[in-house]
Every structure is written in C-alpha cells, then in structure tokens.
C-alpha cells in the first residue's frame, strides 16, 4: 500500500504550500472546470504552461506527479483508443470495418489525453501540498454556507478529520491481523478467486469488531473531554486568507480569460 | 481537609434484569489534593466506578457529589469541568490529527478564544515534555508519548481531579515510570485530586490511600502499608503485593525473621543493610 499516491502528503514550505487550503481546493475544482473549455492547441498549450508553473512553484519533483496518473493509467489509455478509433471527420488515414483512423481521430485522442493528464496533476499537486487536516478544515470552512439549508457541516467535517486521523491506525491493525492469521494458516495471495475472497473474512471480521471498539473508547473519551456539539466550538487551527491568496485566485481568472480569448 | 468527591450508596448495573450488580451500595469520600489508588481484580467494577463519577455512566441509585455539586443531568458538564480523564488505551483516545490538535480538543469545546488556547496548549504541553512533539501525528509516537499528550490534553483544562483509568496498563516499563513520575508530580506539586484505577501495585503503593474493590464493594480503604500488611487477604481476592513485600515472604520461607510491619523499598533497603551489619 506503500505506493499508492493517493491522498499522500509531502511536508515542504514551497510558494503552493503556503498557500490558503480554500484557495487550493477552489483553484482545483475551477481548473477541472476550465479545462472543459480547452477546444484547440493553443487553449491546452496555455493550460499547460499554467500546470506547470504550479508544479514548479511547488518544488515537487515532476515524478511524483507522473506516479500519480500511474493508476489511471489503464483508463486513459482505453478513453483515448475510443477517441482516436471511432472519430470521423478530417482526412481519412486508415480504415478497418468500424475502425477507422482520421485526422479529428487523433488530434481528439491527443485532447482527451492532455485533459486527463492535466486535471489529475492539478488535484496531485492538491493533495502532495495540503495536509489532510487542511483539506478537512477547509471542506468544513467552504461548505459552511449550506448550514442554512440545515446540512450538519460541523458533523461532517469532524467525521471526515475522524476517518484521516484513523487511516493509519487501521492499516497498522490490518497489516497486524494479517501478520496474525498468517501465522495460523490463512493464505491471502494463492488460490481461485473464490478461496481469496474466503481468505479475506478472518481479516475483515476482527478489523470491523475491532474498530467498532475504537469507535466506541473514542467517543467516550470524547464526551469525558466535554465534547457537546459544534455549537460554541472554537477553533485551534485557523485558515487565514492572504494576498497571495487572493492574487493565485486573479491569476486563473486572467488563464480562464485568455482561454476564453484563444478558443475557437 | 475538603471532601472533593463524595459518593453514597451508589449501586450501578448495566443489565438492570441481573440481580449481581457492578457496583454495590458504595460508599467514598475523597480529599482534595490526595492521590487515590483504586484496586481490584478484573471486573471488580473499577472503571465503572470512574465512568460514574465522570458522569459517563447514570447511577442506578445512590449519589455522588463532585465539588459541591449533584451529578445530575443538569449539572453533569459542569462537573467535567472539574475531572480530567485518561484512559486506558493510548490510541483509542487520540482525538486530533496531530498532538497539538489533541490537547486544543477539550479547549475547543468550551469555545476558548483562540490566543488563550495556543497559550494553554503550548504550557500543557511544556508540563509533560512533548513540546518538541507537538506537530506529530499519532502513528509517530510511541504509547507512553500518547498517553503524555492525553495527560496534557486534561492539564489543558486545568482540572481539579484527574482519574486515570488504568492509563498506564498498555505500556512498556519505562513509558509506565514516566507516567507515574508525573503523576506524583501533578499530585505533590501542582495539587490535583488523583484517582488512579490500576493493576499495577507497586504504582498503587504510592498513593496516599488505597481503595479495594471486591465485586463491586468496598473492601478495605486505608493507607498503602496498611493495606499491604494484610498480604494474604490480598492474595486471596487475586491481588498482588508490592516487590518488597514479596521480597519479605521469600525471606521468611527462608527462615530470616522479617518485621511484620510493610516496608517501603527504601525502608526495605535500610533494614536489609541493618539485618546484615547485625550478623
């Protein structure tokens, strides 16, 4: 599980790294917005350039963004076949039954490719620079608007810091009561499908009990530390709001014009 | 001396069709500023005993009083207030996503004004040594660390009475020394009402007054040595006695003549070095 990437966080004090979580998560959602409007080369030259000058501000060496589309890998892969194969338009270069490869073809498979790669390096470089705890705090400071529509965002973003806080712990178990069956025979990598699926119940048994008992130490030790609610909260850790900030947020809004400008 | 905590007929059970209860018509006073130990074999109703006076649990009847007040519905925050808690497992208590963010918890709860809280942090923390520590997350630390941010995050709050519900049970010996190290010094130094709930004996031994729990009654509440000089009753109700005591028993199967009074390991180190310079 060591090479998953996903929702990894890399310490650093890099320019993105200073930067307000609320202003990444935002920069992150409205980029994969924008990417939408890319329609021709010049558009995806100017998204690309700006990817970069984010990955380059966030002194991360460019591998780890490359191991990042790595899993999806396959998807993309499979998305751009498709687009490159059932696309018809433009010059006629090769053809097969259905299959027919055109000058739209590939210049659409070539698109298709770019946006990908693009929108998971943007929401790499989100998760490599921010640490989860941020993100949670900022979930909860962004959705705090839909309190007045009686959606329980205190509820959900202490859940969602809970779940972050619990993940290593868990996997340290899993790894443990795997040892532990290990040691009495279960085999967890060999045989039919059907036998691994079986295998998998000595693992999974004892983690829900033993995380239902987390669960509930937890809340005890929660309530016996005065926890009542969100309401009259404070708050440890604030997010505070800075020019940078502000001038990160101006500076997609010149990239959105200029693509607004460039397209076709 | 004030009474602190003060519990009457207190009678508990979790299954309210079973006739055998957890607790059985207790009766306890505690000082301010003493250092109790609670001792019992397993599920002598110990822990249930802390869970009540913490208000975590309803009793079944009986009162208890904290700081002058009721626990009752009403007033069961209040009187949190008043009690710090630390438990048994150093993980399943770890709140926050890193130690500062644990020890802020109970602050951000009583809706502390932000400045103060980093102030109270950084003090409570500086008190159990784990400044250095403070933006570590918990899969960094090792369980006596965990159970010093626990303990920062109940100084955090600047209770009367901190319980320790056998917070020291999951530890190494040496994480085990440190916790109890700094709970003498809370006890001596800083004045806190200390309830400590332990297996331990040679940690209970160092109270001022140890309580025995026997199937959810009170069975002898009285001060370490003598408690400790009624060593077969203890064994009898699968308890332990401390290592000098123990010492003093394999010494008479041996056939020295050993004091009958309980010896403290430094009163027992004085009269080992006495009995030899007299051979």
Known sequence: MGKLLLGRYLQGNSFVHRLDPRAKMILCFYFVLIVFLCNNWQTYLLLSATTLLCA??????????????????????????????????????????????????????????????????????????????????????????????????????????????????????????????????????????????????????????????????????????????GEGRTKYRRQIWQLKDTVSLVFFGLVTVGLIFLRN | MNSIIEIKDLSFSYDHEEPKKVLDQVNLTIDQGQWVALIGHNGSGKSTLAKLIDGLLTPTTGTITVAGQTLSEETVWEIRDHIGMVFQNPDNQFIGADVAGDVAFGLENRGVPYEEMHLRVKEALKAVNMEKFAAHEPVRLSGGQKQRVAIAGVLALRPQIVIFDESTSMLDPKGRQEIVALMRRLNKEEGFTVISITHDIDEASLADRIIVLDDGKVIADDAPAKIFSRGNELFKIGLDVPYPERLKHELAHLGVQVPKKYLTEKEMVDWLCQYVLKK
């Open chain 1, 56 to 229: 380059v501000l966030s002194k991360i060496k460019l591998s780890y963004f490359i191991k990042g589309v790595m899993p999806l890998i396959w998807l993309i892969l499979f998305t751009v076949l498709l687009q490159v194969f059932f696309t018809r338009g433009g010059t006629v270069y090769w053809q097969f039954g259905p299959l027919t490869l055109t000058q739209f073809g590939l210049l659409n498979g070539v698109f298709v490719f770019c946006r990908f790669v693009l929108i998971i390096f943007m929401s790499t470089l989100l998760t490599l620079t921010t640490p989860p705890l941020a993100i949670a705090d900022a979930t909860e400071s962004l959705m705090a608007p839909l309190k007045k529509i009686k959606v329980p965002v205190h509820e959900i973003s202490l859940m969602l810091s809970i779940a972050l806080r619990f993940v290593p712990t868990l996997m340290d178990e899993t790894t443990k009561i795997m040892n532990a069956q290990r040691s009495r025979g279960v085999d967890f990598s060999e045989g039919s499908l059907v036998k691994r699926i079986k295998a998998v119940i000595p693992l999974l048994i004892p983690l829900f009990v033993s995380a239902l008992t987390r669960a509930e130490d937890l809340a005890t030790a929660m309530e016996a530390r005065g926890y009542r609610g």
